[in-house]
């Protein structure tokens, strides 16, 4: 059974950092692009950033760039978010996902079951 599960959400002051992290299991780490989505209350949900199978290429949406970071452990089968900077607009619930694919296509293969991360100024 392949699991993807988020962690490190919360809540935090703008001008905050938070670190997510998604432990991924049932499935081979090593052959998926993996990524972060979010979704605000009200909005569609939005492609954050990804990161290659072989954690040699990163993405980053334009509206993270300069302040998220992500990366992956394959010793750890997890992947991480690091979020600095934070502001209010940043809060949404953050997805966890994994794709053979592209993952800013959106051509999910699994998804995580969603963490809050909830900004306040």
């Known amino acids: 059974q392949v699991r993807l599960v988020e962690s490190g959400g919360g809540s935090v002051q703008a001008g905050g950092s938070l670190r997510l992290s998604c432990a991924v299991s049932?499935?081979?780490?090593?052959?998926?692009?993996m990524g972060w989505f979010r979704q605000a209350p009200g909005k569609e949900q939005e492609f954050v950033a990804s990161i290659i199978r072989s954690g040699t290429t990163t993405y980053d949406a334009d509206s993270v760039k300069g302040r998220f970071t992500i990366s992956r452990d394959s010793n750890k089968n997890t992947v991480y978010l690091q979020m600095n900077s934070l502001a209010p607009e940043d809060t949404a619930v953050y997805y966890c996902a994994a794709t053979l694919g592209a993952v800013r296509t959106q051509t999910i293969d699994y998804w995580g079951q969603g963490t809050q991360v909830t900004v306040s100024s």
């Open positions: 049932g499935l081979a780490f090593s052959l998926y692009n």
